[in-house]
C-alpha cells in the first residue's frame, strides 16, 4: 500500500488548478490557499509579510511549497509591495497572469490544491510552513519541472491535460522530496520496518479487526516495545490511528458515493451501523447521514 498517495487523497478534492505569471519588474503578488510556486524563468524573492522569517531568494528551477499562502508573497524584490490580481482563466485549466511595470521578466507556474483541511492527516500537520526544494536536488521534481516548461513553452494537442496531470502529481513529488530529507516524524515512521508494518497493514485492511497485540504481532514486535515505538514515531497510539484513519475513510465515502449507511460502517470496521454512527459522531460531532447531506449539500 503507497500510503503517501492513500494520505493525500484522503483530504484532497476537486482538481488543482494553475496559473502561468509572468511579472515583470517591479512587481509582487499576494498568495492565498494551499500550493506550489515554480520558477520557469528568472528569479525572484518569497516574502513572509508577517516578517516572522527573511526573504528566500528563489531562482530558475526552485520549487516552493506552501501549505498555509496566506501572509506570504512573491515579488521581483522584497520592498515591492504586493497586490491581489486575479488569473485570466480563458475556459483552459491554465490560467494566466501579467503584472508589473517594464524590467526584466520572472515567469512562475502557480498551482493551487483543494484539500479538507476539517480533518488534517498527522503526516500533513507536520508539513512545515515552507518547503524550498532547490533546482537540481531532485532528480525526479526536475523531471517533471522540465515536462512542465517544455509544455508551457512549446503547447501542442494534449497541453492542457498534460498540465493539468504534472501540476496535479508535483504535490506528491514534492511531499515525497521533504519526506525524504525530514529527520524525524512520519518519514521516519514509514521507513522504519516495524512501524511501516503495522501502518501498511492498517491502511491495507482497514476494516480488520485490528488490536495492539495483533499489530505488534504482524510487525515482529511484542506489545509494549511496538506501543511506544508506534505512538514515539507517528505521535499517536496504534488504536487511536486506527480508528482516526477508518473515519477519515468513511468520511470520504460518505461524500463521493451513494452507499447506503450499512456499506460505509462494513467497510471502516464497524459490524453495525449503530455502532458506526455513535463512533463517527464522537470523532465528528455530527451523524452521519447529516454529515453527508451537509458535504454534498
Not at 493539468?164 to 512520519?186: F, H, I, K, M, Q
Request: aromatic share 6%.
Amino acid at each position: 500500500m503507497d500510503i503517501l498517495t492513500e494520505v493525500v487523497d484522503s483530504v484532497r478534492t476537486g482538481r488543482p488548478a494553475s496559473v502561468r505569471t509572468d511579472g515583470y519588474a517591479p512587481w509582487g503578488l499576494h498568495m492565498t490557499g494551499t500550493g506550489f510556486h515554480l520558477v520557469l524563468h528568472g528569479s525572484c524573492w518569497l516574502v513572509d509579510l508577517s516578517g516572522d522569517t527573511p526573504p528566500v531568494r528563489l531562482s530558475e528551477g526552485d520549487v516552493v511549497f506552501l501549505p498555509e499562502a496566506d501572509g506570504h508573497a512573491l515579488a521581483d524584490d522584497p520592498a515591492t509591495p504586493p497586490q491581489d490580481v486575479s488569473a485570466d482563466r480563458r475556459d483552459t485549466p491554465i490560467g494566466a497572469i501579467t503584472v508589473g511595470a517594464d524590467g526584466p521578466r520572472t515567469r512562475l507556474l502557480c498551482g493551487s490544491y483543494h484539500l479538507d483541511r476539517a480533518r488534517p492527516h498527522p503526516l500533513l500537520g507536520q508539513v512545515p510552513r515552507v518547503i524550498h526544494l532547490r533546482a537540481g536536488e531532485h532528480p525526479q521534481l526536475t523531471a517533471a519541472v522540465g515536462l512542465l516548461g517544455h509544455e508551457l513553452d512549446q503547447p501542442r494537442g494534449g497541453t492542457d491535460g498534460i498540465v493539468a496531470a504534472l501540476v496535479d502529481s508535483l504535490l506528491l513529488y514534492v511531499l515525497r522530496a521533504w519526506l525524504e530529507t525530514c529527520p524525524n516524524g512520519w518519514a521516519e515512521a514509514m521507513s522504519d520496518p516495524v512501524v511501516a508494518r503495522a501502518l501498511t497493514a492498517v491502511h491495507d485492511d482497514p476494516a480488520a479487526a485490528w488490536t495492539v497485540e495483533s499489530l505488534a504481532r504482524h510487525s515482529g514486535l511484542s506489545r509494549a516495545p511496538f506501543a511506544r515505538r508506534f505512538t514515539a514515531l507517528v505521535g499517536e497510539p496504534p488504536l487511536t490511528y486506527l480508528t482516526r484513519w477508518r473515519m477519515t475513510l468513511a468520511a470520504r465515502r460518505l461524500r463521493d458515493t451513494d452507499d447506503p449507511l450499512g456499506v460505509v460502517a462494513a467497510r471502516a470496521g464497524y459490524g453495525s451501523e449503530y455502532a458506526f454512527a455513535k463512533a463517527f459522531k464522537r470523532d465528528f460531532g455530527i451523524a452521519p447521514g447529516r454529515y453527508r447531506r451537509r458535504v454534498s449539500g
